[in-house]
């Protein structure tokens, strides 16, 4: 039994895989789950996992994701994210030769992947504002769901501003101009897809791999696919993709 | 002695030979007791958010260090942001002496603006090349100090980075440096040469997070070489001082830069570059210049304030250190 931990900035996602058999996998909101198994032990962090369903008392566990140097995992070995990313892309899609797109709670991440290797890689730096947490913040002020956000791509509306917070005030301005939903909605789709296009095009293959809780919306895949002209390929469980790659590479 | 603030390095060779001491402002603020809280009084002072912060601390730095009252302000081979810090301390009452690197590294040019500054000082070619002398004998110090780190691999990334780094201005004490320097080759040679690392080249401004260099080491990899540290060593020998300050790569422009920077990735076996850029800084463009004539991995990092090596740049190191293996 080999368990894979994805400490993400919103969720943390738990694979546990044996050889030959699917992936079990569970998910939980990464404040609670903090606060229900971690606890400090000699001024560090430290999360227990035993009575998350992890096997033992840390054993064979391997961790990767955020949090990864500021909590510590009992026993686990650490590894980085795009590649846990990339070894979770890999066994999901038997792909060998692809641009990983990984959109996540607050990282945007772009890898280049050739005969299974990662050979480059971008990521955003200083700003989140092509992730997870900007949909959630732009649906919010919507008073929309994620589900319904992730619907709409056609006729957007042109959102100029390179910011989430402002991104949100600019939003909210063109309601008042009397936009419609889907419209709006389809606005904040396009302006995600424009945030990333820089780092895509510059890693671009024939087929992008898209993981990470954004892969979700059906918008953004239609969008990406149209734009770039590359074949779109998201995994089932795409956000579990880190947590499974942890799984894959103490596999290995 | 008088004391003269540099932003940048400029040819000190005037300054020693006046009997004035530099002092590069960039190092008094980077290991002042608390350089966040000097880039904050810049911002409580007016100075915008969206701005290099090694502007921001260089302005605190001198409204604190009343002692420095001339700066030699390098309005041509630096940056705009230079040019409105020097309009600011000129009227908090700072005396601002010019030095313009021409953009085409044209020597007449170059050799007039070093007269013009060898005016403001009262000194003569004969002096200046007495202090070129004086000074070239430290360099070479310190040359041999980044010949010990590439080809024999018994120097960190750090001590290359901070000899090469305080070479700007020798720490005001161009022979106390020397000895320092001395100590360290001492040390140096007695160390057993490292083996089985990652050889990275590092590119682009002094890293305003020093942490980087023992991150790297402990995750097997080190910075060979440091290239703008480098060339505040003056590492290409002439005799000539105009020529020395024409072959010196950092104020000129990217392409020269270049030049050098392959030079050194061959001759040093560098497995990767880590292209730094400051935050706000109009380097960051030339960052698609820098990938497109490099054909080894680039790691662009930027950095905005003085802190501790974030996560996601630890997360950025680790997966380019990784993918370099």
Redesign the interface.
Known sequence: MFAGIDLGSRSVKIALMEKDRPPRLQKYDTMEFYRAHGKKVSGKFMLDVAGTGLPGAGAGITATG??R??VKVRGARVI????AHMLGAIHLTSLADFTLLDLGGQ?SKVALVRGGR????M?N??CAASTGRYLENMAAALNISLVELSRHYRSPVELASTCAIFGESELIGKVVEGYSIPALAAGVNHSIFKRILPMLNRLISKTIVFTGGVAYSEALRLIIAEKTGAQVVVPENPEYAGAIGCCVEAMR | MSKAGITTTVPVEVIFAAGWVPVDLNNVFITGENPRVMVEEAELAGFPRNICAWIKGIYSTVIKNRDIRTIIAVTQGDCSNTHALMEILQMAGVEVVPFAFPYDRDPDLLRLQLEKMMSSFGVSWKTVQEAKDRLDRVRRKVWELDRLTWEEDRVGGWENHLYQISSSDFNGEPEKFAVEVDDLLEKARAAPPREGELRLGYIGVPPIVAELYPYLEERGARIVYNEVQRQFTMPFMTRDLVEQYRLYTYPYGIFFRLEDICREVARRKLDGIIHYAQSFCYRQIEDIIVRKKLDLPVLTLEGDIPSKLDARTRMRLDVFLDMLR
């Not at chain 1, 980085?80 to 590649?83: A, M």
């Open positions: 955020y949090g140097h500021s980085p994210e795009i590649k990282d990662m050979v480059d890689f990521t730096d200083k």
